[in-house]
């Protein structure tokens, strides 16, 4: 990890930050801008509640109910919203829907924009510089860095989240699952599917 | 404004680490800081333009060398000095030394999921018509602005189409200036990679950027 400095060089700038960060929130409960229990409580939102699986969620969904795939791919923001995903981070919604033809990548070169309702906090890398800036010049450069190889036949579709709109890629369903339930379905969607930086597992990985 | 934050196209940064899922932070300063920004948001004495133009103002040197969170937290920093809500006295000893000003509200424990459910959507009421419509050729603006823009420095002056009509939402570059809201046509815009990158990308890949009117003109 690039920020995983408990040791080296930057250990006193990191102890450091560690300090400020605790007198800033000491001075800001003693002048009543905040309230420490708040912040407790959106930190264990995101730690505990909101995440991929809710994404997770939306992906086997749309694999097994084509009523569903049609509001998704209509009015997504909708769709998403009657599953309960309303948090914040995902008020407008689009989704992109993988296929032999194309392959969707979602970032935001300008700063961190990522569908937080559905996919809760994004990943380091996903907010640092050698993902936002080739993820557009360079999406099939990027991809290998995953482990993914895209035919040159297939399209490469990024989509740079400069305004609000939020997006989650669909991947494709995985071959051998006809008779998988949504439960089953959802444990194979990863976090970096609905990214575009992955596919969904097939079902010998979860074995 | 042509900041460090506006990455696309840059080369030199190396590869792509991919991350597990969990740890969500790599430090506990990271999750304070999160709380403590979605927190500050109630006391209402900024929007979500004025934090995006704070962060990507910073010097770029700086903002490519420090992690994201705190790239959050001096940001926040920098808004809270600028509207007298603390003094570099106070963040130097931790402690209150001039009254707090009035803010809007204080966010408790009790509202904090009913805040973060109900969000906080930026389309707002439609007003006129769409210039555009989807299939049409538009080019974007050839523009330098030394405030916030949506509009990153790879896309200007680039020929796209339009792809579909996202809806009408606040305008950034207005709203980022506390000039109001402004909302106007936001719009989804494809360019093929061999426009914005040159003849040696795929002719098979594209990438699209979501696009206010303002930023837009029809190909005379």
């Known amino acids: 990890m690039p920020h995983d400095h408990s040791d080296g060089p930057e250990h006193s700038h990191l102890s450091d930050i560690d300090a400020r960060v605790r007198a800033l929130e000491s001075l800001l409960s003693e002048k009543g801008y905040i309230d420490s229990a708040a912040v407790d409580e959106i930190v264990d939102t995101y730690q505990t509640k909101i995440g991929p699986r809710n994404g997770a969620h939306v992906v086997a969904k749309s694999w097994t109910d084509p009523e569903f795939r049609n509001w998704l791919e209509r009015d997504a923001t909708a769709a998403i919203h009657s599953l309960g995903y309303t948090s914040r981070q995902g008020e407008h919604m689009q989704a992109l829907f993988n296929s032999d033809q194309v392959h969707h990548l979602v970032v935001c070169t300008l700063c961190s924009c990522y ?93 | 404004m042509n900041g460090a934050a506006d990455l696309g196209g840059m080369m030199g940064f190396g590869p792509v680490d991919d991350e597990p899922e969990f740890p969500k932070f790599h430090n506990a300063w990271e999750e304070r800081v999160l709380g403590i920004i979605v927190a500050l948001g109630a006391c209402g004495q900024w929007n979500l333009d004025q934090s995006r133009s704070a962060r990507e103002s910073m010097p770029p040197a700086t903002y490519l060398s420090i992690p994201y969170y705190q790239i959050w937290l001096e940001a926040a920093i920098t808004l809270m000095r600028a509207r007298g809500m603390v003094t570099d006295e106070e963040l130097r000893s931790g402690q209150q030394l001039i009254d707090p000003i009035a803010v809007k ?46 509009l990153p420095r790879y896309a200007r002056d680039k020929i796209g189409e339009i792809e579909r009509i996202h809806g009408f939402h606040v305008f950034p570059d207005d709203n980022a200036l506390g000039i109001g809201e402004n909302p106007t046509w936001l719009y989804k815009v494809r360019f093929s990679a061999q426009t914005l990158w040159g003849e040696d990308k795929n002719p098979n890949d594209t990438i699209t950027l979501d696009l206010w009117e303002p930023y837009l003109r029809a190909l005379e």
């Not at chain 1, 890629?169 to 609905?194: C, F, H, Q, Y």
């Not at chain 2, 459910?117 to 538009?138: H, I, L, N, S």
């Open chain 1, 115 to 207: 569908p937080w309702s559905v996919l809760g906090l994004p990943p380091t890398w996903y907010k640092s510089p050698p993902f936002r800036s080739r993820a557009v010049i360079d999406p099939r450069g990027v991809l290998q860095d995953f482990g993914i190889n895209i035919p040159d036949d297939v399209s490469v579709e990024v989509h740079d989240s400069t305004a609000e709109m939020r997006y989650i890629v669909i991947p494709e369903r995985p071959t051998g699952t006809d008779d998988w339930s949504e439960d089953a379905l959802s444990k194979l969607v990863t976090r970096n599917a609905m990214i575009g930086t992955g596919f969904a597992l097939s079902p010998a990985e979860v074995s």
């Open chain 2, 105 to 150: 509200a204080t966010l408790h424990p009790e509202n904090v999921q009913k805040v973060l459910y109900t969000g906080g959507p930026v389309d707002r009421p439609e007003q006129g018509e769409p210039a555009f419509k989807a299939g049409d050729t538009v080019v974007t603006l050839n523009s330098n602005p030394t405030t916030h823009t949506r």
